[in-house]
């Protein structure tokens, strides 16, 4: 006797197959890794597409995380933080299963120059190109005397995120960042380089930013 599959069952296959199809996951870290080595003892790894079919995720974390709008003071007023964020402290839950996993992945390679694993995430939200970051390091925290490692996994349009030396001078590094780029700061790199991702008048849809760093670095 043979048995034929009900048509409930078929489409349930189906969705599933579509919905297996369009999940993100990690391409193998160490394949494509570039390193950029910068001077007084800063690197930068560029992974680009590391998260592949990452619109998924991007379209998920757009959805799901409960992005906050922030202020801060600036000289005498205070103004809008250009971006919206989402911090995920050590003990939080992810907002998506594949950024722990990516958080592990990453912590397993780094282990030998860092010497600990990747522990909180800081998520931000770039609306448009009004919204942006300036020049600055990561330097709260142990960072500002010690080496360290801060991955970033960028989503949805890409933007710049440009590095210059600690106390100005023209961009040194220039590399567009999105749908699932990965991209590594080491070293001395948030003591003795600044990083920003400049505001644009060009037309450019919203990215999402993934920061994930190590204990006590923000
Ligand atoms: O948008 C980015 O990828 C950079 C974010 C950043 O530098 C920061 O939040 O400190």
Do not use: N
Request: charged residues 25%; hydrophobic residues 40%; aromatic residues 6%.
């Amino acid at each position: 006797m043979t048995t034929q599959p009900s048509l409930l069952d078929e489409v349930t296959a189906d969705e599933a197959l579509t919905s297996a199809g369009r999940a993100p996951s990690l391409a193998p870290l160490g394949e494509g890794l570039v390193r950029h080595v910068l001077s007084r003892g800063a690197w930068v790894d560029v992974r680009p597409g590391w998260v592949q079919r990452s619109e998924a995720l991007f379209e998920h974390l757009l959805a799901d995380v409960p992005w906050r709008a922030e202020r801060r003071q600036m000289y005498d007023r205070e103004v809008d933080v250009p971006r919206l964020l989402c911090f995920y402290g050590e003990e939080a839950v992810l907002p998506h299963a594949l950024l722990a996993e990516a958080r592990d992945a990453l912590s397993a390679h780094y282990l030998p120059e860092l010497g600990e694993p990747l522990r909180t995430a800081g998520l931000c939200l770039y609306r448009d190109g009004r919204d942006g970051v300036a020049w600055h390091g990561d330097r709260l925290g142990r960072s500002s005397r010690e080496d360290t490692v801060v991955a970033i996994i960028s989503l949805g349009a890409p933007r710049p995120l440009v590095l210059r030396p600690r106390g100005g001078g023209p961009t040194a590094l220039r590399v567009p960042v999105g749908h699932g780029d990965l991209l590594v700061m080491g070293g001395s790199c948030q003591r003795t380089w600044e990083h920003a991702v400049p505001k644009t008048s060009k037309p450019v849809g919203p990215r999402v930013s993934v920061q994930l760093r190590p204990r006590g670095v923000r």
